[in-house]
């Protein structure tokens, strides 16, 4: 194996172990809530403060990641967000009160808002642009992973240990990570360093978080429709504010110029409709599985594990697919097939066998999985290496707006379901609506993909390669003139 081959899969790797233990972190709160609650002596409902304060920390720190990685060196501020990150696991399992708790969340929230844009950051800089398909399939995986894995380990260490080592499992995870990327990791930064755009900064800052605040609060009961509306109006507000701020100042916190760019405007857009649909999965299938079907919350677990197994034999055949196929095809097919095996799980019943439930979560795993991978690698395809910074955090605060978007139009249509039906309480049979509405939004995002030009993207799959060898243009002739790490 040569060394731009182990580089490819040694790097992502361990960006992905830090990654993993974000998403791990993520789902994990939600099943040891309660016995945090017990423990604080406050109601369970008072501790969705601590998940919205870590959205405030993605919300804030996720515009400027880039440009920390840019002032001060990638590898340095992601090596430093993990260290942040461990050290808000820490606090958080030694907390004694909800305060303490609430604190400890939002330094976890700044450390995993760095982690995520700028580990993808590390990876585009460090990693042939050639080989961009074959990493991001190991980055993924993480990502499908931990929401799958997250329930049953939560449910194991809350029920036969402490909810404390929920967070303390971090230590050995972020310790490893650690070290890993002082041994393997190259440091980049670029020469060119642009002012900080303070402005921007506190525009997004409030939009995003007003947002996503409000988005996560639909449907669920928490907080009066009047707060949700003002968070949303003003969240909607403070954005068009950045908007025209970002169209006036040269350098904005957010370059919405990167939106010219075919692969990456429809990586965006594309992307944003398709991880609405994922983002209500984590919310939907446990709780049909716990509260339709009076499954236990670890046997839940256990049987929505067999997505993540779909997802590791993704990994091994995400490069040759695109490679055959290219982009377009892919992107546009397999929007539809993903859809298709969500519009199934709106069929499941208590009867339903577990083998064919097994056989539907598996499969579907193995096409999210490659949807994922293929749409990453081509939000980046086309990117000038000057602007990998931009474009990461960029790409990031899409994905984290479209998965709150997703728990909210889960969590929204649950309601109305329950509501039209008069049934006062979940059932087996309240989740076929929600099901079909989010394969609806994810199929939806074919379309996006329909617009890509056939040839989009071809240097980073090497689809059409004789082809793409004689006639490169555009940033792609630029970019194949030198490695995207440099």
Known sequence: MTSDSRRTVLVPMIIATALFMENLDSTVLATALPSIARSFGTNPLHLNLAITTYLLSLAVFIPISGWFADRWGARHVFRAAIGVFLLGSILCGLSQGLFG????????????????????????????RHELVRAMAFLTFPALIGPVVGPPIGG?????????????INIPIGII???????FIRDTTEVEQQPFDFVGFLFSGFGFAGVMFGMESIGRGIVP?????VLLAGGFIALALFVRHARRVQNPVINLKLLRIDTFRTGIVGGFLFRIAIGAMPFLLPLMLQLGFGLSAFQSGCLTFASAAGAMLMKLTAGPIL???????VLLVNAVLSSLFIFMMAFFRPDTPGLLILAILLTGGFFRSLQFTGINA???????????SQATSFSSIAQQLSLSFGVAVGALSLHLTVVWRDAGQIGPDSFMISFLI????????????????????????GHNAGAQTTQPSGAQAQESRKPAAE
């Open 101 to 128: 708790f609430v604190g400890a969340r939002l330094l976890q929230g700044a450390g995993g808002a760095m982690m995520v844009p700028v580990g993808r950051l590390v990876l585009t800089r460090t990693v042939e």
């Open 156 to 168: 194991f260490l809350v029920t036969y240990a402490s909810w404390r080592w929920i967070f303390w």
């Open 177 to 183: 990570g650690i070290i890993l990327v002082s041994l």
């Open 225 to 229: 429709n009047s707060v949700i509306f």
């Open 323 to 329: 490679r055959r196929f290219g982009f377009r095809q």
């Open 378 to 388: 081509l939000t980046l395809a086309d990117i000038p290496r000057p602007q990998l």
């Open 438 to 461: 989010v394969a609806l939004i994810g199929a939806a995002s074919s379309l996006t993909f329909a617009a890509l030009s056939p040839g989009a993207g071809d240097l980073v799959t």
